[in-house]
């Protein structure tokens, strides 16, 4: 089924209500009509009053969030709905701050609302892995340190993936916070995501020479080289999801930067279908298991 588009007009309009909420939420959960998530019996009462589906044949009681992402959220529909929208539709991702203040919520119910939303989307795109030409390198997140540079770094150390077309434009993204850039931790980041047998390029450092057992991988001293064509889009990926990081979300904690890098991956690989964004992640909600968000 396509999804569904939104500019924010028809957005607006169409989700000003929580009745409405409900019911779009409802057509997206149960597209063929009502199912009771223990025996898939299709007749039902409502609870008006609570808000649950009381199956007719069994008597299990559910809601229309119950065993998604948003499993005993506490929150109105209008808010999770919008906040959804805000987060894909905006590149540069919206803070919890900002999403506290708009919907007049406590700072840590905003925080958590939008981890849940990162987690919902880290979940889908774990669900594809990048096939035939991939680029790959690594790279560091977090405020200078001094005295120390390069792969010696105590910066959060990220490996980087990108898949390209045979022209060599960019087509889609994964990133992993690894504890150091080593053949163990680069072979598993590729295990985790790249097809086994795809064409892996690289720089020359030694934690990539494994890559050759499971993908046919070629690699270039660049620093020697000093060719500036060399993993350009992937460099230049890089450099937008430090802006990202760092112009959105301030003094950020190593704990939760692998929940931002996957919000970032998530709109880049949908970036062609921006009006489809909502409804994609709204789907990934649905379809996402209940979570509990760390403190």
Known sequence: MKTEEFNLLEFQKKFSTENACEKYLFQKRWPEGFKCPICEYTEYYYISTRKLYECKECGHQTSITAGTIMHRSKLKLTIWFWTL???????????ALSISQMFDLNYRTAWRLLHKIRHAMAERDSNYNLSNFIEMDDAYFGAPCPNTDGRGTSKTKVAIALSTDEKGNPLYARMKVIEAVTSNEIKNFANECVENGSKITTDGHSSYRQLKEDYI?????????NDTEFLKWLHIIISNAKAYISGTYHGLEEKNLQSYLDEFCYRFNRRFNTKQLFGRVLNACISGKPYVVPE
Do not use: F, I, P
Request: aromatic share 20%.
């Open 217 to 225: 991988h070629q690699y270039q001293n660049y620093y020697e080289t």
């Open 85 to 95: 929208y805000l987060v894909t539709n905006d590149k540069r991702g919206c803070s």
